[in-house]
């Protein structure tokens, strides 16, 4: 089974940071995209930031600029830097990844994190 396990959450006050990190385990042959996702309190799931196996990123509009997505391809990790952090960043944070399990695998397979939980207050 494969299992991811995000960390890095806490409290931070308006203007501040935090690094999230994102750790898979299990039976991974190849990661494809990863990505974050957030979910605030009465609201959807939705795309902070992507980066393809080769490095490439895109981010959510509302963090442009503030936010920077990274892997490492050796560690099966992917991080979040989150600087200039909002109010309206506070929110549980998932992880999510593309994974081909086996090398005989035809499919990706998609796996979440359980969350973190992200909280910009004063």
């Known amino acids: 089974q494969v299992q991811l396990v995000e960390s890095g959450g806490g409290l931070v006050q308006p203007g501040g940071s935090l690094r999230l990190s994102c750790a898979a385990s299990?039976?991974?042959?190849?990661?494809?995209?990863m990505a974050w996702y957030r979910q605030a309190p009465g609201k959807q799931r939705e795309l902070v930031a992507t980066?393809?196996?080769?490095?490439?990123?895109n981010y959510a509009d509302s963090v442009k600029g503030r936010f920077t997505i990274s892997r490492d391809n050796a560690k099966n990790t992917v991080t979040l830097q989150m600087n200039s952090l909002k109010p309206a960043d506070t929110a549980v944070y998932y992880c999510?990844?593309?994974?081909?399990?086996?090398?005989?695998?035809?499919?990706?397979?998609?796996?979440w994190g359980r969350g973190t939980q992200v909280t910009v207050s004063s």
């Open positions: 999510n990844a593309e994974i081909l399990r086996f090398s005989f695998s035809i499919m990706w397979e998609s796996f």
């Open positions: 299990g039976n991974v042959f190849r990661f494809n995209s």
């Open positions: 980066i393809t196996s080769g490095g490439t990123s």
